[in-house]
């Protein structure tokens, strides 16, 4: 007999293939409310769970009494209560290393866009404002050799730092948990506590998974430690950054504008007074977002998840160590 797996996501006919050849599966449009409550028998069979997005707590878990792993499409796993899953040998797998060129491109962009100022001019553009050449209120800043701080110095982190500084000869600072002689050694990097970086870099990137120690880890006192002529850049969680205080920021000047691509509440509201700034680009959270890397995600979802049954838990595996003392994978 074949583990049953609820897919929650669609994918291309050849993933769906892939799945269907390992797992009885039952492929449901989403995790919402309703869908929860629709589903509810398919979700109580179910030994492996593979989609993005939906939230895994005690109450989503109780109704998931047989799962054995759970595989999301994403790199972040904020959304999964660990704890629990470990408490019920529950494995879990993620797709940490698909996404992490395509992110990095994004985040250069956004120093782009921000320091550029791309989308305000495309803008007045557009709607008929130029009329002569530009004079210094359409003016940006440089980008090129300004200096870099890295908030989070992973795989993302890393990648973002070899683009500004061997492409743009941007000096770097990090802030990590643990210095990264990688970083210090091929991109010249320099460690720095967060509340240096925040007073010395002319772009913060803030690239940190959400964690209980990240929540609002760029607070008002940080953001008032920046340069009036620094740009905040967060490609990586929202609620890592006070929003409210960031606005403030923004609205009073105290940072000169902020490149967004995540918020503490996604999709933003339309009535966000970051919409209504003109020194803020704001995204939809479009990180990942390209059908390379997003294709490539789901193909990784999907291995994880036919790896995981079958015991190898090796790579991309949030807690191996429920394998280890649950038997968990390879018997369901
Ligand atoms: C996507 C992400 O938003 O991987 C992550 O953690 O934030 C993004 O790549 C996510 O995969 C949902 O599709």
């Not at 006070?242 to 996604?266: K, M, R, Y």
């Not at 933003?268 to 704001?282: G, R």
């Not at 090796?314 to 968990?328: I, L, M, R, T």
Request: aromatic content about 6%.
């Amino acid at each position: 007999m074949k583990p049953a797996v609820v897919l929650y996501k669609s994918l291309s006919d050849d993933l769906r293939q892939r799945l269907n050849a390992f797992f009885d599966v039952t492929e449901i449009p989403g995790l919402d409310e309703e869908n929860v409550k629709k589903y509810a028998s398919v979700l109580q069979k179910a030994h492996g769970i593979i989609g993005s997005g939906g939230k895994f707590d005690q109450k989503m878990l109780d109704r998931l009494p047989q799962l054995k792993v759970a595989s999301t499409i994403s790199a972040g796993y904020d959304k999964y209560d660990v704890d629990a899953l470990n408490a019920r040998g529950i494995l879990l797998m993620h797709t940490p290393s698909a996404l992490t060129d395509t992110v990095a491109d994004l985040l250069m962009g956004l120093v782009l866009a921000t320091a550029r100022r791309l989308p305000e001019l495309a803008q007045r553009t557009r709607v008929g404002e130029w009329r002569d050449n530009v004079c210094a209120d359409w003016f940006g800043s440089d980008v090129h050799h300004k200096t870099l701080g890295v908030v989070g110095m992973g795989r993302i982190g890393m990648a973002l730092a070899q683009r500004a500084h061997l492409g743009f000869s941007m000096p770097i600072l990090y802030n990590a948990r643990h210095q990264h002689s990688e970083a210090e050694q091929r991109f010249n990097a320099t460690y720095c506590d967060l509340d240096s970086l925040m007073a010395k870099a002319d772009f913060v990137c803030i690239i940190l998974p959400l964690t209980d120690q990240t929540h609002h880890l760029i607070n008002r006192e940080r953001l008032a430690n920046m340069k009036p002529s620094a740009i905040l850049i967060n490609a990586g969680r929202g609620p890592v950054v006070d929003e409210v205080a960031l606005i403030e920021a923004l609205e009073n000047h105290t940072i000169s504008a902020a490149g967004l691509d995540v918020f503490e509440q996604e999709p933003l509201a339309t009535d966000s007074p970051l919409l209504q700034l003109p020194n803020v680009v704001a995204l939809p959270h479009i990180g990942s977002a390209t059908h390379e890397t997003r294709y490539a995600m789901d193909a990784t979802a999907v291995d994880n998840l036919i790896a995981a049954f079958n015991g190898q838990v090796q790579e991309n595996c949030v807690n191996p160590q429920v394998a280890n003392s649950s038997g968990a994978g390879g018997e369901f």
